[in-house]
């Protein structure tokens, strides 16, 4: 017998490959909350620089903007994007959370669910594109006194929210039908697509129009399809990433220069230009008004810059001096 032992079988083990500084449009799951997705991008990449944009609720699923590596200097861009979203209204009962996720608070009587008409409807839709002052939900995360609204709610406080300015610019009805909840209650539900501002609730949305109809009203379903210049169709699954991570492939991040394009307008820099910017140096002003990128001849993302006078100035750079 040898004294060494039985030789073990050699396996391959795959780890994560190199992360490639980006934005990744991740096609978010129900049921899982946007850090979650964070956690799960940060073992798909392997490294702990990992952020999102644009926060959605556990029940909604659609675009979520991840940005790996560096690339997380890109989110405060991102943040103020406006959105698209596909959802459902359920008319007829209220709930605490404005969702699906919280518990029924008001059912409306039969009779006066049945006297919805679609003209209601679709006028009490229409009330509210444009410039208009939304109150958040209750349960939202803007910050009361230095606490989040929803966990003062759940504490049992009672939370009143100032009223904020929004925009929404369209919201189609696609389809208007009558149904029942699985308690037998008749309730009228109403799929909607809506394109809004950054900070509109697509649940106060659904509370108000309630509200006005005299019946009460909450969010079923919430699909969030762009983010400014990111849609579904650039999106990928969670698992799809995984998987290609698993195989060594890319996982089909934006680079910083490709992101930075869709985020805002782009100026190439000269080799002399993209030197002093990598010591943050100002530049000649090139004429282009408000925010924009400025990338090198080969694309790479150098510096977010805005014009004061003759002068461009860096507010931040991504390709300092080493």
Known sequence: MSAVGPRLASRTV??????????????????????????RMRRICGTRKVGHGGTLDPMATGVLIVAVGKATKLLTYVSGLDKSYAATIRLGQATVTDDAEGTVTDHADLEAVAALTESAVRDGLAAMVGEIDQVPSAVSAVKVDGKRAYKRVREGEAVELKARRITIAAIEVREIRKASD????????????????????????????????????????????????????????????????????????????????????????????????????????????????????????????????DTAKPETVFAAAS
Do not use: N, W
């Open 182 to 309: 699985p308690e037998g209650f008749a309730v009228v539900d109403v799929d909607v697509e809506v394109s809004c501002s950054s900070g509109t609730y697509i649940r106060a949305i659904a509370r108000d129009l309630g509200k006005a109809l005299g019946v009460g009203g909450h969010l079923t379903a919430l699909r969030r399809t762009r983010i400014g210049g990111f849609d579904l169709g650039a999106a990928a699954t969670l698992e799809t990433l995984a998987e290609r991570s698993e195989a060594g492939e890319p996982l089909g991040a934006l680079t910083m220069g490709e992101a930075a394009a869709r985020l805002m307008p782009v100026r190439t820099a000269t080799e002399s230009e993209a030197k002093a910017l990598s010591y943050g140096k100002p530049l000649d002003a090139a004429g282009i008004e408000g925010r924009y990128a400025v990338l090198d001849a080969g694309g790479e993302l150098l510096a977010v810059m805005t014009e004061h006078g």
């Open 14 to 39: 795959s780890t994560p490959q190199t992360p490639v500084p980006g934005l990744i449009v991740v096609d978010k799951p129900q049921g899982i909350t946007s850090h979650g997705v964070v956690s």
